[in-house]
Structure formats: C-alpha cells, structure tokens
C-alpha cells in the first residue's frame, strides 16, 4: 500500500519563485494536514483539511496557500518562496478528526529556497 | 514557551540498555498523547499511543503519562541499534478543531553496538 505519497522528494527555489508541494493518500482518510519540520523545532501545523472541501489555517499559515482538490488530494502552495520557508514538508492524513486515530505521514519533501 | 518541550540529545547508549525519554506540556486540556519514531529521512511513523493518565506497554516500549505534573514518558527496553531515531512526543485536546498535534521538538536517540 502506498498510504501517503509527496512529491517531489527535494526541490530547491530561487527566493520569489512558486511552487506547488502535491499530496495524495490512498487510505479513504477525511483529514489531510501540511507540516514544516525544522531543526529543533519539531512538526508545526502549516494548513489542514478535516474534510473534502474545507480548509483552516494551522500554526504557521503565513506565505502558504492549499487546495483540497478531492478526498485524496491535498496541496501546498508557495506563491512566492522566501529562505524562511527552507525546510523539510510532510503531509500526513487520519481517518477522521475524533477519537483513536492515527495519523500517517508521508516521506517528506526538502525544499531550499536561495 | 513551547507548549510541549523536550530534550533534544542527542542521546546515546549502548545496546541494551534501558532508555528514558521525556516531555513536559503546559495545555491543561491536552487529552491524548503519542511517541513517534522517525529513522533519517523519513516520515514519522506512530510508536505509542496513551489516552490521559496512566501506562503503556507494548513489547520493549512503555509510555507514562503524568497529567498531576505534565509529564510524558517512554522507555525503551533492551535498547537496539534499531532504536537508533528521533522520537517525538505529541499531545491533542479533544475540542480543537480538526483535532491538531503538538509536537515537541524529538530527541535524538543512538543505541551503539
């Protein structure tokens, strides 16, 4: 089973370049999330999804857009990248937003901005 | 202030031993709390998964919860070189929308041979 796939796996950006990070789960899961791991930092919540079509801003939303595009699919978007936003990206999904569930993560996506 | 804090390590020991990691939080209202384990590159993947106070066991893993002190803990017996990873600690409310996480920073573990 594939579970979460994030492309790509590394990226590097000019500072004012765009992008678009894509994430896609093949678990039927409703809730979808956008985290940024930096060093010492743990995982802080960029956007999530609790279901198809809606959207909510997490800790550090700032810089970022996303698209719920289906129950699948759940992209991050840098309009226009800046070296603060150089980080490693994971999307993870859960079953629902209650109770016992667990969430799954994908591989990562390093991004550098210069 | 972070509302979960942890050591970052890193931490090493040798194969065999008895590990301890450990986060403190400050949300009164965090409900649910989990380790992750994440190897070099990867994604994390759940490890334990405690609700309120009280232990955890499953095989060489134990997870504590002290909610009187806001203290979250996890031991590892018989350390591997397997073990070898970041682990991180999270922790949810049961009313936040969307039921986010907040994760520590990980502390970084190494079980030498």
């Known amino acids: 089973n594939a579970g979460v796939t994030q492309t790509p796996k590394f990226q590097v950006l000019k500072t004012g370049q765009s992008m678009t990070l894509q994430c896609a789960q093949d678990?039927?899961?409703?809730?979808m999330y956008w985290y940024r791991q930096d060093p010492g930092m743990g995982l802080r919540l960029i956007y999530y999804s609790a279901s198809e079509g809606t959207t909510d801003k997490g800790e550090v939303p700032n810089g970022y857009n996303v698209s719920r595009l289906n129950k699948r699919e759940f992209s991050l978007r840098l309009e226009s990248a800046a070296p603060s936003q150089t980080s490693v990206y994971f999307c993870a999904s859960r079953k629902g937003t209650g109770g016992r569930t667990e969430a799954f993560f994908g591989q990562g996506t390093r991004l550098t901005v210069v | 202030q972070k509302e979960v804090e942890q050591d970052p390590g890193p931490l090493s020991v040798p194969e065999g031993a008895i590990v301890s990691l450990n986060c403190t939080y400050s949300?009164?209202?965090?409900?649910?709390f989990m380790w992750y384990r994440q190897y070099s590159r990867k994604g994390p993947e759940l490890l334990m998964y405690?609700?309120?106070?009280g232990n955890k066991e499953d095989g060489r893993f134990t997870a504590q919860v002290d909610k009187s002190s806001k203290y979250i803990s996890l031991f590892i017996r018989d350390s591997q070189p397997s073990d070898s990873a970041t682990y991180l600690c999270?922790?949810?409310?049961?009313?936040?929308?969307?039921?986010?996480?907040?994760f520590g920073g990980g502390t970084r573990l190494m079980v030498k041979p």
């Open positions: 405690t609700y309120s106070s």
């Open positions: 949300n009164s209202a965090f409900q649910y």
């Open positions: 678990m039927n899961h409703n809730s």
């Open positions: 999270a922790s949810r409310g049961t009313n936040n929308a969307g039921n986010m996480l907040t």
